[in-house]
């Protein structure tokens, strides 16, 4: 759901509350998806760790405390 900023998700859906959405951006030339689960973050998703590793050394703070030892172990 896309709605933290919303008081029920109707008042983004149009009034159909039982509508829920996946918002997905994918490059294909660049071999990349970001995917928005919600305003507060996103995953991105690349076919090569080289080619979002700037991602990781720009935000590094951004990187939730629950997902940091996963995400470190892979760009380490």
Not at 9 to 31: A, E, R, V
Request: proline share 1%.
């Amino acid at each position: 759901m896309n709605y933290e900023d919303f008081a029920h998700p109707s008042t983004i859906l149009k009034s159909n509350s039982q509508s829920s959405y996946d918002i997905y951006f994918i490059n294909l030339s660049k071999k990349k998806i970001f995917h928005l689960y919600d305003d507060r973050g996103c995953d991105v998703l690349a076919s090569s760790k080289e080619s979002i590793r700037f991602l990781y050394e720009e935000y590094n703070n951004w990187i939730l405390d629950y997902d940091r030892e996963e995400i470190d172990l892979l760009f380490k």
